[in-house]
């Protein structure tokens, strides 16, 4: 699973969707990937946006591979996992995007990315789980993971997973402290508020140091490694 995502959005675009404050240093992400500064609104400050790591700071990564066990928490191992069941309880955050990526698997070797997103590119909520530790100097250290649900009809054919996208109605309701841990789960479904957009994308999206506008463009589809395929 690869589900990086993009949030671009101009400031007032996104105040005016989630009704908080954005401060100066939202920056715009063509290309959001694990261990990068990203905003979220926390249960915590739900009047405005915090920059918390994805999955964890890139300090503590050095050379290693990221576990997805840090990235990403799927729905449905949130009942069966006790850290989990408890960050439902009182560490939930909505994650900023206005579109996320995944990867077609053509063969073995071979893999096409796309872009889903809103009609008008309008700003999306995925529902996410935060975290606090104390790293070796003392400081304390934000982080989130991204709950993933089964892939809706218009994902399905691409990849088996996606964000779990907040319908408009819900985002003020994750954030809700009185909410139990049984409606909380009810709210994570796979989104069909509104159909998806997709398009193929530039496959340099596998760099995670590639954060560009042309991102956001469609293209015609090419695999990992820039050769254009039959197949979009």
Known sequence: MSLNY?????????????????????QAKYNACPTQLLPVITNDNPDGISFFYWGINPGFTKSKSIS????????????????????????????????????????????TPYRFFLPGNEPMAIAGLWDVFENEQGENIHTFMMITTPA???????????????????????????????????????YKEKALDRYTVNPKLSDPEYNHPDLLKQVPPADQFGNLTLFG
């Open 6 to 26: 993009s949030i671009t959005s101009d400031p007032e675009k996104l105040e005016e969707a989630f009704n908080v404050d954005v401060t100066e240093g939202y």
């Open 152 to 190: 809706n009809n218009e994902v399905a054919d691409i990849t088996d997973r996606m964000p779990a996208l907040l319908e408009h109605d819900f985002l003020i309701e994750w954030l809700n402290e009185s909410n139990t841990e049984e409606s909380l789960i009810s709210l994570l479904k796979p």
């Open 68 to 111: 997805n066990k840090l990235v990403f928490a799927p729905v449905e191992d949130i009942p069966h996992k006790a850290s989990l069941k408890r960050h439902l309880k009182t560490h939930r955050c909505v994650i900023l995007a206005d579109g996320f990526y995944d990867w077609k698997i053509l063969s073995k070797k071979g893999k």
